[in-house]
Structure formats: C-alpha cells, structure tokens
Nanobody, 116 residues
Framework: QVQLVESGGGLVQPGGSLRLSCAAS????????MSWYRQAPGKERELVAT????????NYADSLKGRFTISRDNAKNTVNLQMNSLKPEDTAVYYC?????????WGQGTQVTVSS
C-alpha cells in the first residue's frame, strides 16, 4: 500500500529556512504528481505545492511563490519542499500527498513552527 513518510520539520526563527522531505513507497513514484499540503491550527488543510511526475512543472499557492520550492528525486522516491524566509504564519503541520487509484493518500505530517 501507499506509504508516505515526512521528515525535516522543527522549530525555526522568522526569516529562517527548512527543508522537508517525503519518502514514498508502495506505488510507482515516477508516474505520479506529488503534492505538499499544510494545516495550521484551527484552519483547513491547504495546498502548498505540486510537482508533475517527471519534475518538469511545479505549481504553488499564490501566497508562497518565491519562498517555497518543491522538487523530487525519482531515483530515490523522494519529494522535497525547500522553505525560505519563513514567517510565523507558515506554522503548520505539513503533509506529503499523492492521488493514486482514485484515492488521495497522506503521510503522518511533520510539524513546522516558526517563532522567535
């Protein structure tokens, strides 16, 4: 079955950077678009970024363009999210996700806290 395991979250000061990673297994990774979502306390889960199966195209939430970069390594079955110039409002649980066989699967999430 699909397994997604996120890592790389933590506590960072405003203006700092973090790099999240997601290790995927249980499906043919190189054939699927991958996504990062996030959910802040008391808010709905929102789409952060997506990247196509070959990594040739990426899309971002408008509010995050220029600060976040999604990438993937199909040889290692990993998808990454580089987050720069972090703000307190970026505090959330970040989830890796894939839509396969008409089902959206999620990882367990990794907490990102931006605070001084």
């Amino acid at each position: 079955q699909v397994q997604l395991v996120e890592s790389g979250g933590g506590l960072v000061q405003p203006g700092g950077s973090l790099r999240l990673s997601c290790a995927a297994s249980g499906f043919t990774f190189s054939r699927y678009t991958m996504s990062w979502y996030r959910q802040a306390p008391g808010k709905e889960r929102e789409l952060v970024a997506t990247i196509t199966s070959n990594g040739g195209s990426a899309n971002y939430a408008d509010s995050l363009k220029g600060r976040f970069t999604i990438s993937r390594d199909n040889a290692k079955n990993t998808v990454n999210l580089q987050m720069n110039s972090l703000k307190p409002e970026d505090t959330a649980v970040y989830y890796c996700s894939v839509f396969t066989r008409a089902i959206r699967s999620w990882g367990q999430g990794t907490q990102v806290t931006v605070s001084s």
